[in-house]
């Protein structure tokens, strides 16, 4: 999605209709939308980190599907 052209193939959204509701789809894809203009909007105006979660990380365990 975050590519340009923005092609997600079908055996993609297949899969993961397997795994998520129409709902739950809906969010995930919202988010990546949403945190990609963020992304390309912030590069546009030169927005960069600001330090505030340095050393601040919290890794989370991966989370294995069946």
């Not at 297949?14 to 809906?26: C, D, K, P, T």
């Not at 990609?36 to 600001?50: I, K, L, P, Q, T």
Request: aromatic fraction near 10%; glycine fraction near 6%; charged fraction near 25%.
């Amino acid at each position: 999605m975050t590519e340009a052209p923005a092609d997600v193939p079908q055996e993609l959204m297949a899969e993961l209709g397997r795994r998520f509701s129409e709902a739950q789809l809906v969010e995930i894809v919202a988010t990546i939308a949403w945190e990609n203009y963020r992304a390309r909007f912030n590069r546009a105006f030169g927005v960069r980190e600001m330090g505030f979660s340095d050393g601040a990380a919290c890794a989370l365990p991966e989370h294995k599907f069946a």
